[in-house]
């Protein structure tokens, strides 16, 4: 293929591309469920706030308290194994502590303490919540309604992304471009297991549901456990939900880039089924699409429009999610550096074994 064939075909894929995201993320500007504050209906479902907690005294003395504030009736903590007094924390705090069993063989980290966790509930509704993750007054109100609403077997709530530093903004808010960006919210009633997401930050079953299927024990050896769980229930005839947190459930995932770039090596691979050269690809698109802009002459055809898509896509999911402060929409700036950053996360997928919380996984 002669070069001005190439770079129009180039151009073509890319605009393709920016294309394709932009009407994805319109689509779901326009339906996507956003939470706001509810009171708890006066007829509801006994609920079971569940929180895997492994290492996480640091978090639960800024999330617990507002968790336990939500009216449930019953919030259990399982201590998975921590060395640095989650247990202790977590009791003191007022929330009623398990002390986790030994991972057995075949089993990862977080479905196993999911599981214990819905083994020992009460509950009717199952509400599985990471221990990072904040509840403002009418969370739990809101939740419930959004789950009555869907008419969902299974929800998952997206909450929005607190970034404080500069190295939690480099990649952590990938997370909601790849969902916005990707995923219609449409296509989640398409019957195929394959138009499935979730967020393991914060997952509603009916008790009824999670023991149809299994429990967590349907995902044992998953890294990533959500949005296989997600696919799975959908498989078995399970309906799905998404929504987004916006003000009233947040979260704070990483507080470093070295912690962006453990947590996201450790999901990517599953995420691009578990294959390097899709991986390989993967990384090479994205250098191509939101770098090679910047390093092509600004008079070359096209380039500017190219440009201009890669910085605004980032602004604009974050302004669906709520993210609106100034810093919070300068990280669309970052664009061009992004694939760039997020090298050392596919390094990372690439590997056989992946370490996360003290623990190595085969991938």
């Not at 399982?78 to 007022?94: F, I, K, N, Y």
């Not at 009555?148 to 299974?154: I, L, P, V």
């Not at 990384?283 to 605004?312: D, E, F, I, N, Q």
């Not at 390094?347 to 056989?352: D, E, T, V």
Request: proline fraction near 8%.
């Amino acid at each position: 293929m002669r070069r001005p064939d190439l770079a129009r075909a180039y151009r073509l894929t890319a605009a393709g591309f920016f294309g394709y995201k932009a009407l994805t993320l319109l689509v779901n500007a326009l339906t996507y469920p956003r939470l706001r504050p509810r009171p708890l209906p006066p007829k509801r479902p006994r609920v079971s706030l569940l929180v895997p907690a492994r290492n996480e005294a640091h978090n639960l003395p800024h999330t617990l308290p507002g968790l336990l504030a939500q009216g449930a009736e019953e919030v259990l903590v399982l201590d998975d194994g921590s060395t640095d007094g989650t247990a202790e924390v977590a009791a003191r705090l007022g929330a009623r502590v398990l002390t986790g069993a030994p991972l057995p063989p075949g089993w990862h980290g977080k479905p196993w303490a999911c599981q214990q966790l819905g083994e020992a509930a009460t509950g009717e509704v199952l509400i599985f919540t990471d221990a990072d993750v904040e509840w403002h007054p009418g969370a739990l109100g809101a939740v419930l309604h959004e789950f009555a609403r869907s008419g969902a077997d299974f929800l998952s709530v997206y909450p929005r992304q607190r970034n404080e530093t500069l190295g939690e903004r480099l990649l952590t808010p990938l997370v909601d471009a790849v969902l916005l960006t990707f995923l219609p919210h449409p296509l989640l009633r398409f019957p195929h297991p394959s138009a499935a997401a979730a967020n393991g930050q914060l997952l509603v079953l009916r008790r009824e549901t999670y023991c149809r299927v299994g429990g967590h024990a349907l995902v044992r050896s998953e890294l990533l456990e959500d949005v296989a769980f997600a696919s799975r229930v959908k498989a078995r005839g399970g309906r799905l939900g998404l929504a987004l947190g916006r003000g009233v459930l947040e979260v704070r995932m990483y507080r470093s880039y070295p912690d962006s770039v453990g947590g996201f090596g450790k999901n990517v691979g599953s995420f691009h089924g578990r294959s390097r050269a899709l991986l390989a690809a993967s990384l090479g698109w994205h250098l191509a699409a939101y770098t090679l802009p910047w390093l092509l002459p600004g008079k070359a055809p096209g380039v500017w429009p190219l440009r201009l898509a890669g910085l605004a896509e980032r602004t604009a999911v974050n302004l669906l999610t709520g993210r609106r402060r100034p810093a919070d929409l300068a990280e669309g700036l970052l664009a061009p550096v992004t694939p760039l950053l997020a090298l050392p996360v596919y390094r990372r997928a690439m590997r056989r074994k992946v370490a996360w919380k003290g623990r190595k996984y085969e991938q």
